[in-house]
């Protein structure tokens, strides 16, 4: 019960206003097609959180590959009053990635255990506002994976586009 009232207290301290959701694409090194869906969510403090889902997939001499995903972040915005004027800011991240690898010719005979990938991600992005609500974004994403069986790092770059919730 003190577990539940404790969880209850930090999620009433993350009330600020910018909350927002976007939606990725680019291209990852492996070669593939990356898109995330990203939530992130303001906090009082100089850091914020967010979550993305993505998938990656590449069809490269016939062998058909994707991933899916989750990453979860700490990020520092250099914009941390989102109902500022900026017209560019920045965001710095860091955290924790995993995803199941799905490539049939390779890893086909593979359990779902052995096809899960987890590790560290780091991302930057410069972000330009094209409107109070609406923003654009470059990113690049670095990640490196525990499961060498699977490749240690994913190299990705991109483009996205954000929706601000603004209160």
């Excluded at 009232?5 to 990852?28: E, H, P, R, T, W």
């Excluded at 303001?42 to 590449?58: D, H, L, R, T």
């Excluded at 005979?109 to 409107?131: D, H, N, Q, R």
């Excluded at 609500?133 to 990113?139: D, K, Q």
Aim: glycine share 10%.
């Amino acid at each position: 019960m003190k577990s539940i009232g404790l969880v209850f207290l930090l999620l009433m301290n993350l009330d600020g206003v910018g909350q927002s959701i976007g939606i990725f694409a680019g291209k990852s090194k492996l070669p593939s097609d990356y898109i995330a869906i990203k939530y992130a969510h303001p906090s009082n403090y100089i850091f914020q959180f967010s979550a993305q889902i993505f998938m990656e997939a590449s069809k490269l001499y016939g062998l058909r590959y994707s991933a899916y995903g989750l990453d979860l972040l700490t990020e520092y915005t250099s914009n941390q009053d989102p109902s500022s004027t900026t017209l560019f800011s920045y965001r710095l991240g860091a955290g924790a990635s995993i995803q199941l690898e799905n490539e049939p010719w390779l890893y086909g005979g593979w359990k779902a255990s052995k096809k899960i990938g987890f590790g560290l991600v780091g991302e930057a992005s410069g972000e330009w506002a094209m409107s109070s609500v609406f923003s654009l974004s470059a990113f690049v994403q670095q990640k490196i994976l525990f499961n060498k069986n699977l490749g240690t790092t994913r190299f990705v770059f991109g483009l996205g586009l954000s929706y601000s919730f603004n209160n």
